[in-house]
């Protein structure tokens, strides 16, 4: 069987169209709405938890259509013109472009097991091997302190003086600071809880950069270290912050900013 050439020309225009056709959605007002539009709705959707399904995709189609039903009024009134609007796209531009940066520096730079094995061992030295459960009574003055070491001395009870602690957050339990390894404190403070045995304060006042300190230690222990497998994505995480921080203090270094 031969084909007629206006038979031919007709299947070859066809054929010619699908492409074109199988890369829209629809066609809003003579306007192609690209299916990879929908593509990249979906495949946000899935990250919130969606499953793709003939269902979503019939539900973000008619999405995609009546957002170009507005876009189209929207530029008709020429509202995308304003300064407003373009400084909302602006912003809302420079986010996704960021994230996508983020996510490609991120790819090329990730973090090793080996940085999160060293990242971990860090942590076990600077947490130490024990605990202590200690109290505190934090004022602003030393004669201050001292006074209260007095009436400490004097038989007055610390969980009773701590109510007129600074520390508004340990106050109310007595000056109870909860169990903690002295990487949790500032230098000055951990230095002068450690040297306690338990049962005993500080008989002079301890000075921080937060005022002046009367320490109490009331217990101590063996401390309780997560396994490296409990911290792993804390670590990871935070070293992934870390190298975003770096990267954009390279870029800011070599930015002229005037």
Do not use: C
Not at 123 to 130: M, P, V
Not at 171 to 193: H, I, Q, R
């Amino acid at each position: 069987m031969t084909l007629k050439p206006a038979r031919l020309l007709a299947i070859l225009l066809a054929a010619a169209s699908l492409p074109v056709m199988a890369q829209n959605l629809a066609v809003v007002n003579g306007k192609p709405v690209p299916s990879s539009r929908a593509d990249a709705m979906v495949k946000q959707m899935a990250t919130q938890g969606q499953q793709d399904s003939p269902q979503l995709r019939a539900m973000v189609k008619e999405e995609l259509i009546n957002r170009e039903i507005l876009i189209q009024e929207a530029d008709k009134q020429g509202l995308g013109a304003t300064a407003d609007v373009k400084n909302q796209v602006e912003i809302a531009r420079q986010s996704i472009v960021i994230r996508a940066l983020v996510q490609d520096y991120l790819k090329k730079h990730p973090v090793s097991d080996a940085e999160i094995k060293a990242e971990y061992d860090r942590f076990k030295t600077q947490a130490g091997d024990k605990e202590y459960k200690a109290r505190h009574i934090l004022v602003e003055k030393e004669e201050d302190a001292k006074a209260i070491i007095a009436k400490l001395k004097g038989g007055a009870k610390f969980e009773e003086l701590a109510k007129q602690s600074k520390d508004t957050g340990s106050a109310a339990n007595g000056g109870d600071l909860d169990w903690a390894s002295p990487a949790s404190f500032v230098k000055e403070f951990s230095a002068a809880m450690i040297g306690l045995q338990k049962g005993q304060m500080t008989e002079t006042p301890v000075k921080t950069q937060f005022g002046y300190h009367i320490i109490k230690l009331d217990d101590m222990r063996a401390a309780k270290v997560p396994t490296l497998e409990e911290v792993k994505p804390q670590i990871a995480e935070s070293l992934q912050q870390k190298k975003l921080q770096a990267f954009q203090q390279e870029l800011r270094g070599k930015a002229k900013i005037s």
